[in-house]
């Protein structure tokens, strides 16, 4: 599996020689330096551990010092580990964006936008009362009636209702590279990608 870690920048729209519009996101994506390798022998497992952004030496922990300095880089903010996942590469050596080429099919991994406490409409799209006579006295958005009758006298789990929305790990498939610009580390992705524009994104193919 080619896994690297990116950052969301924005979403634009490009339009190829026949004229139609493709609207896609781009994506910053690495270079991610290789900061350990986890083989069965010794770790039980096989996975690929990689590290993006740089972070202050003074802003780390000695630990996290000591790690990256195994691996020859200064400390990341970012680290992620890919399980089941082997590279030709070294401990120490980057990974870039030219492991993906245009028309690749892919999925990226990423944080949906956190929107609070919703009610029904909103959370679940739920259509509300929809009208406002007959005595209806801010009814519009509620959710209505929850319960049962005294058969099973209790709120069933799993009843969609009002809470916290967003903030959920989400994994988009089925996104295609539409262009890459290996100079500066860009990846446009068709479509939308979970996350607010500077959110971290695991791009996977």
């Known amino acids: 599996m080619k896994s690297i870690i990116g950052k969301k920048i924005g979403m634009t729209s490009i339009f190829d020689t026949a004229g139609k519009q493709t609207a896609v996101t781009i994506i910053e994506a690495g270079p991610c330096v290789i900061t350990q390798k986890k083989t069965v022998d010794t770790d039980g497992y096989n996975a690929l551990q990689i590290a993006f952004g740089d972070k202050k030496e003074k802003h780390s922990l000695k630990s996290e010092v000591g790690h990256f300095s195994k691996a020859q880089t200064s400390p990341k903010k970012v680290i992620k580990e890919i399980r089941n996942s082997e590279s030709d590469k070294a401990v120490g050596e980057t990974i870039t964006v030219d492991i993906f080429t245009e028309g690749d099919s892919i999925e990226v991994v990423g944080t949906t936008k956190g929107k609070g406490f919703q009610g029904v409409v909103k959370r679940h ?81």
């Not at 005294?150 to 967003?166: E, I, L, Q, Y």
């Open 125 to 205: 799209g739920f259509s509300g009362v929809g009208e406002a006579s007959h005595g209806q006295h801010d009814r519009q958005r509620a959710p209505g009636s929850i319960g049962n009758s005294s058969d099973a006298s209790r709120v069933f789990k799993g009843m969609r209702m009002g809470g916290r929305m967003g903030q959920d790990r989400v994994t988009m498939k089925g996104l295609k590279v539409v262009k890459i610009f290996a100079e500066k580390n860009y990846i446009l992705v068709s479509g939308s990608v979970p996350g607010h524009n500077g959110s971290i994104v695991l791009i996977q193919k």
